[in-house]
């Protein structure tokens, strides 16, 4: 048997975009909630949805990870159209949620193991990929104590470990860093840095870190309500917006308002919670 | 070898027809094979629960001690209710058994709402596998989880001298029908969770739900004593024809009123009905 042939990863499609949106909107009742979203997002680029809470980050994420229908416009992820073939796209992909991903009363490992298997990774690969997960993300230790006792940094960490089990072409994070302790942050953008070299994986995430996205991101849409009103790597958007000393600046120009402002009260609740279970 | 490999191999023109034919037929059996892989892992899920915390096991038998003790009891000594060739208490074993395998189904839908509310339930419907596998591996779990009911009860009803039947077949028979049972309920209750998305919404419909579904069985009386209408509404209730079969298998004596066969046709319809629905509602869930 071809060594090649020992990951159950079926021939995925080499496309240029890994993600690319045509008009693709979403509304809740009277709410746009997104807006006509037009995005091409290049293979193996980290892309960061800038934006306050309410700016259809999270529904954007939903639509483009099968989770949620579009009202009207097209997605194509990793090549896979996300209404058509949202099985081909489901395999394709690794999904942090910005809610918490891993079951408390299981194990760091058998968190792991449940998605390997769910994934059809095989048993010889599934062993050998948990491992490997493990030590990138310095959980070895911590792998047979139940994740309930585990520290905010430490659960994030196991959901991106959890998340690339199948070897995902395409990585969606949403919020990755909300409610982390400066150092708990810094320890999940090395790691994310890390998928995109090791892995070559295209990432997609949300923030609303400034810092998060100058850091990380080769290209940087900013969202409000529901549009994108400026795109670009985060040095062309300072330079766009007037010379602006930072990225906070530079949303402001766009933007009109400050990052801090906007969200309902349901997203701030959410956001609260996030935090405290997190921290 | 992956049946996209098989397709992709060159064929004669002659036998194109015959490989794509063989190419579905892997497909189907690698999809049947995903799918009972998917259901195993759901369920594995909480047999690793079930071991670390078994405190609820414990507070579950409770409330079936408190109904053969006391109620049970009570309606054998006053010999009012008319069992045919059984005691009361060999009558109301089974009934009481289903009853709190019901018990612990009906509620099982607030772990998908808690679920939901976490952020696993994302995270599951990300994943490739099948929305029927996992509905129906949240099924079995019901199930694993009132298997220990099974246990409980059937000591209970040797202690107070109930007339039970141990041979292995009437075990398996009985474990099948408590795995079936709790599996219609847990997923009726999934189905409920899946509308009304908040506990305190699901508490209440539960509360509702439970003693009209109890009571409108043979549960604790046979059908005969029922007015007409009300036995019709048994006559639809899942759970008389789990009674019906365990009835019959757990008691030596105990004889179906319904046939076995029919109860087995009428709980495997109703589950993989509720199973389809079911898996066209998890996905909502999360909306």
């Known amino acids: 048997m071809n060594p090649l042939e020992t990951t159950p990863d079926k021939a995925r499609p080499v496309v240029a975009e890994a993600i690319r949106t045509e008009g693709l909107a979403r509304s809740f009742g009277d709410l746009l909630a997104v807006d006509h979203l037009d995005l091409s997002i290049p293979t193996g680029s980290i892309f960061g949805l800038l934006g306050p809470n309410g700016a259809g980050k999270t529904t954007t994420i939903k639509m483009l990870t099968t989770l949620l229908e579009p009202t009207s416009g097209h997605a194509t992820v990793a090549g896979f159209d996300v209404q058509r073939q949202p099985r081909e796209v489901r395999r394709a992909i690794g999904y942090v949620p910005q809610l918490l991903s891993v079951d408390g009363t299981l194990t760091g490992r058998e968190n792991l193991i449940v998605f390997a298997r769910l994934y059809s990774v095989p048993r010889q690969e599934r062993i050998r990929r948990i491992e490997q997960a493990l030590e990138m993300i310095g959980l070895t230790d911590a792998a047979d104590t139940l994740v309930k006792r585990y520290s905010g940094g430490m659960i994030r960490r196991l959901e991106i470990a959890q998340a690339i089990l199948h070897r995902p072409t395409v990585l969606f994070l949403d919020e990755p860093t909300v409610g982390l302790d400066p150092v708990a942050r810094r320890a999940v953008w090395d790691h994310v840095k890390e998928l995109q070299t090791s892995f070559g994986a295209t990432i997609l995430l949300t923030t609303h870190y400034m810092e998060e996205a100058e850091m990380l991101c080769d290209q940087v849409a900013i969202m409000h309500q529901g549009k994108v009103v400026a795109l670009g790597s985060p040095d062309q958007l300072k330079s766009e917006a007037d010379e602006a000393e930072t990225l906070d600046d530079a949303f402001v120009f766009f933007a009109g308002s400050s990052i801090d402002t906007g969200g309902t009260y349901r997203d701030t609740a959410r956001t609260r919670r996030t935090a405290r279970r997190l921290g | ?287």
């Not at chain 2, 596998?129 to 989880?145: E, F, N």
């Not at chain 2, 001298?161 to 999934?190: K, R, Y």
């Not at chain 2, 439970?210 to 069985?217: G, I, R, V």
């Not at chain 2, 046979?222 to 009835?247: G, H």
Request: a positive charge; one cysteine or more.
């Open chain 2, 1 to 287: 070898m992956t049946p996209q490999g098989h397709d992709a191999r060159p064929a004669a023109l002659a036998d194109a027809h015959q490989s794509t034919r063989d190419g579905a037929l892997l497909r189907g059996v690698q999809a049947c094979r995903d799918f009972v892989k998917q259901v195993l892992i759901i369920a594995w899920i909480e047999t690793r629960k079930i071991k670390r915390d078994p405190t609820e096991l414990v507070t579950r038998a409770i409330q079936p001690i408190l109904w053969l003790c006391i109620f049970g009891v009570v309606m054998n000594r006053a010999r009012a209710i008319p069992t045919g060739s059984l005691s009361y208490l060999d009558f109301m074993v089974p009934g009481i058994l289903s009853q709190s395998v019901l018990f612990i189904a009906i509620f099982y839908g607030i772990a998908l709402i808690w679920e939901r509310d976490l952020g696993l339930l994302h995270k599951f419907l990300v994943s490739p596998a099948y929305r029927g596998a996992l509905v129906t591996g949240k099924a079995i779990s019901a199930g694993l989880r009132a298997m220990s009911q099974a246990i409980i009860v059937s000591l209970l009803g040797l202690l107070m001298g109930a007339h039970l039947n141990f041979s292995p077949v009437a075990i398996m028979g009985m474990l099948l029908f408590i795995v079936l049972g709790a599996a219609i309920f847990s997923t009726f209750s999934l189905v409920i969770a899946c509308i009304v998305k908040t506990r305190e919404r699901f508490m209440g419909i539960g509360q509702v739900l439970t003693m009209p579904l109890f009571f409108a069985s043979n549960a604790i009386y046979p059908l005969s004593l029922m007015p007409a209408w009300l036995k019709l509404v048994a006559r639809i209730n899942p759970l008389t024809y789990q009674v019906d079969a365990l009835r019959t298998l757990m008691i030596r004596g105990g004889q179906s009123s319904m046939g076995i066969s029919l109860d087995l046709g009428v709980e495997l319809l109703v589950l993989i009905g509720l199973i389809m629905l079911g898996s066209w509602m998890y996905p909502k869930a999360i909306r």
